[in-house]
């Protein structure tokens, strides 16, 4: 099937879209699109996957449980030489918590780029991002710190902000959790897509110590609704980029969710 990837933005968040088709149902299937298009350009050692958590529960990872599983098969069977006593599934049950604190769990839309070079190990995230990221401080305070995490660790980072029935903006709570100037905000009532490689350096401190310092690329683009969307780098490891077309993968989302 050709999909035709000149489609402008459509406004999923009033009506008469918004109270006639999810956009939580969109969101999942650009996601989608998005990792579809990685996939087909990714050099070997990567792929992309989509994370797609609503509320953002905390969950197992499936290869994790395989693997524990099999461990678990193997020490059964006398496997390694070494006995191991392992207790029946749901035989503990704890005390009851002497503390419970308030949790905030940003929603999570998300494709991951993930090398195999070393072990499955994430080099970018492209994060679309949901109202509930936008409607209140803590909220949108844990979404830029997801964000400034992913930075620290060197990992590659993409946000896409389409929802407009909040005017919160994500981009200009992750300047200010970083702590930079505000001279680099975007205007808040703006949509917008924006790309952030985190550059690592060395420095020689006039102590004779070296120390780490570094930088955050940024490449942004507003969004206009009835606008067009940009193409962007996805900043991986090892210098890398990978140009993400926005257009052409909401383009597709667009057709197969029959928005056309």
Request: aromatic fraction near 6%; glycine fraction near 8%; hydrophobic fraction near 45%.
């Amino acid at each position: 099937m050709q999909y035709n990837s000149a489609m402008p933005l459509l406004d999923h968040f009033h009506p008469p879209l918004y109270s006639e088709r999810h956009w939580e149902a969109f969101h999942a299937r650009w996601a989608v699109a998005i990792a579809d298009a990685l996939n087909g350009s990714l050099p070997e050692e990567y792929f992309a996957e989509t994370q797609t958590h609503a509320g953002s529960p905390v969950e197992v990872d499936v290869a994790t449980f395989e693997q524990a599983a099999s461990a678990r098969s193997l020490a059964a069977m006398g496997g390694g030489g070494t006995a191991v006593l392992a207790a029946p599934v749901g035989l503990y049950s704890p005390p009851a918590p002497q503390l419970s604190i308030p949790g905030v769990f940003p929603d999570q839309i998300e494709v991951r780029v993930i090398s195999r070079e070393a072990g499955p190990t994430l080099v970018a995230a492209i994060e679309l991002v949901s109202p509930g990221n936008k409607d209140r401080a803590d909220l949108r305070r844990a979404f830029a710190s997801k964000c400034s995490a992913y930075l620290q660790q060197g990992v590659g980072l993409m946000v896409v902000d389409i929802v407009s029935n909040r005017h919160a903006n994500l981009h200009n709570e992750l300047i200010d959790l970083l702590g930079v100037d505000e001279g680099l905000h975007l205007p808040i009532e703006r949509l917008y897509a924006a790309a952030y490689h985190p550059v690592r350096g060395q420095t020689k401190l006039p102590s004779g110590v070296t120390a780490t310092t570094g930088r955050i690329d940024v490449w942004h683009a507003l969004l206009t609704i009835g606008g067009d969307l940009p193409v962007l780098p996805l900043p991986m490891d090892k210098d890398q980029f990978i140009p993400v077309d926005l257009e052409a993968t909401y383009g597709e989302a667009r057709q197969r969710s029959r928005l056309a």
